[in-house]
């Protein structure tokens, strides 16, 4: 594939003559939104409209086909927004279209810079290595700040890496936001200075869009590593932007992408919008619902974002797969096999289901997952940043 | 209903028992995410946990269910990425669950803005009134700014009404956005000199999320009277957020929602997402494929979404339909029926197709729409306002 190239694969219903066709009215829909005929400036059929390279029988899908087309890397304008466009802005709404895989060149990849941390970065955070992160998750809505910040507590004192806030974890206002992820935030890090280890606390940020920033800018100010967000909620770009403009680690959460990988006859294929596009806006973790848990995503489904997670994409660093949605220590076993030391095991509602023995039931979960695993920790000192506050004064 | 209540309705698989637990699932799973017997807390299961007031046979598709859950409106946290994950973050990804329908309390309607123009503003704005406005759009990526500027003249000089950029138009940078813009605007503003009327031009904003709010305030310095977005792309609530502070008119336009709109038993109701919610964030002008076009819309989902747009929605001003996608005179006398007075047809290829005889097109296709309609129009003045340019300094 030539380095100024665009390479996307659909699923397209039908064969080979009808799947043709389809494959050219996606490569001018795509790219100029104009009939065929209409297109006569050479230099236009030439650099703009995409061109079908293969059209194929679908060996997964009886009756229909899969078609490669590749669009020029100066259409999707060095930005994520057009690529996102160019690759199935329009053709969503073809019925029996899913973009199944996509291959992106150096030419638009030098401009990404994707994972701020990656894996070797989280290991160096949390000082964990060679075992998968241990997470969970503060909820449920409702619950009073003490006790949130209790159970984030409890969490990292029994050996917990990861805390992030439930996505429904979402404030009426600034201060309730302001309030809420300082408790919990020092409460961690409470934790740490007992622990001697370094447990994450990511907060989840939701605002209006005019009021984000200042929500992410709290986050960096307070010390906390990082963020939970919703990028489909929030816009993909602009959880990449705010993420990587104060620094942040980014964990994504797969809120409202269920649309795009459910079928296999629509949408876009789960490895590449939970694992290549969000790794494009610098998702360092991607948290998606594993096999066997209350969601209907297959061991395939998982497997193929886990690999576009880690795959080699230009120089963006490897990202953390997030298996989740209904996690027990009975999954673990399989957790382990698929998804190796590298990864977040994020285990909600069967932690924090016991709170009154959340540290005691961390712990042995932890212990379960270092059975499995070799793992060499090393211990990083916390220096914790709370002086004065800033936005007190808002 | 509660005016402290927000309603949803639900397609779900199975019947009666099989809905009714499903449904209690999406009660608990779209609010506190936790298994039921883990959610003990009075005060959480009042207040925070859905509820499900009603189950019955889906009366189109044998075998599912409707089944309604209402909400606490204060879970929606007052803003719309929160009302997003509340309605459909997680259970977009719960196979065969289709968001029908959602009613909307004043507790959470009240801090809406809505459409800043509607039908009223936008009659006003271009002198129209008593027929549907036409619309066309800039296109093919690739053609030399003075040609897309002479077609917006064309366009408006033969009496068009709103000239919009393709979707496709994304520049390399915020220059070449400037330049293609201004060309495009003065074309339409000479024009609209020569003919004492007021053609809209729409530049479709495109931008890494760091670098939009300079598009935003370019368009307003230049005294372009609004834009051309794609909220899924650009993200929702940001396409709300720059169109209200920068006090322009949106022209919202469908990429990369077919995923949701796809299909009868998965994603969100077209008139849902495309009229309602499209509204919430302040389209004035909601753009969709139109039943008899190139895409699969049938004519049961252009009236959902026609009906949203003008749909009482507590203060907020109707929106304007746009019905489009590969129309053409051939299709007037449907979509004038289908439509009505109040509604942009946007004709795309079959006026620029011929960009020799533009002009003359474009009148045909007026005299056809009015033809239609008794129309009624006052022209306004144009005063142009094009001083010096901040932007050049960048």
Chains 1, 2 share one sequence.
């Not at 959880?239 to 269920?258: F, I, K, N, V």
Request: glycine fraction near 10%.
């Amino acid at each position: 594939m030539s380095d100024q190239r665009i390479e996307a694969i659909y699923r397209v219903p039908g064969a080979a003559g009808e799947a043709a066709r389809l494959a050219r009215a996606i490569a001018y829909e795509q790219t100029v939104e104009l009939p065929e005929e209409l297109v006569t400036a050479p230099e236009i059929v030439a650099d703009v409209v995409g061109a079908v390279t293969a059209v194929a029988p679908d060996p997964e899908i009886e009756g229909a086909s899969r078609v490669t087309i590749d669009y020029a890397a100066a259409l999707a304008s060095g930005q994520i927004p057009q690529l996102l466009n160019l690759l199935f802005g329009n053709v969503s709404i073809y019925p029996g279209v899913r973009l199944l895989d996509v291959r992106l060149p150096e030419a638009f990849l030098a401009g990404v810079a994707g994972p701020r941390f990656g894996v070797d970065g989280l290991r160096r955070m949390t000082g964990v290595h060679g075992r998968p992160l241990l997470a969970t998750a503060l909820k449920p809505r409702g619950t009073p700040v003490e006790t949130l910040a209790q159970m984030a507590r409890d969490f990292a004192l029994g050996g917990g890496d990861i805390v992030k806030d439930d996505q429904n974890l979402v404030d009426g206002d600034f201060e309730d936001f302001k309030q809420r992820v300082e408790s919990c935030h020092r409460a961690v890090a409470d934790a740490n200075g007992s622990t001697g280890r370094r447990c994450l606390y990511l907060p989840h940020v939701a605002a209006p869009a005019d009021q984000l920033e200042r929500y992410f800018e709290f986050v960096h100010w307070l010390g906390a590593p990082g963020v939970l967000a919703c990028p489909m909620i929030m816009g993909l770009d602009t959880a990449r932007a705010l993420a990587s403009e104060y620094g942040l680690l980014l964990m994504a959460h797969p809120a409202l992408t269920g649309s795009y990988t459910n079928g296999d006859t629509q949408g876009i294929d789960h490895g590449v919008l939970l694992g290549t596009l969000f790794r494009l806006i610098g998702a360092d973790i991607s948290i998606f619902p594993n096999v066997g848990g209350r969601f209907a995503f297959r061991a395939r489904d998982c497997a193929r974002i886990s690999e576009r997670l880690r795959a080699p994409l230009g120089r963006l660093l490897p990202a953390w797969p997030c298996p989740a949605g209904g996690m027990s220590l009975d999954n673990l076993d399989a957790m382990a096999a698929d998804y190796g030391a590298d990864s977040v095991f994020l285990i909600g509602g069967a932690l924090l289901g016991h709170s009154d023995r959340l540290r005691s039931s961390t712990s042995t979960f932890l212990d379960r997952v270092r059975s499995h695993f070799d793992e060499n920790s090393y211990v990083w000192a916390l220096e914790p940043d709370l002086g004065n506050n800033p936005f007190d004064r808002d």
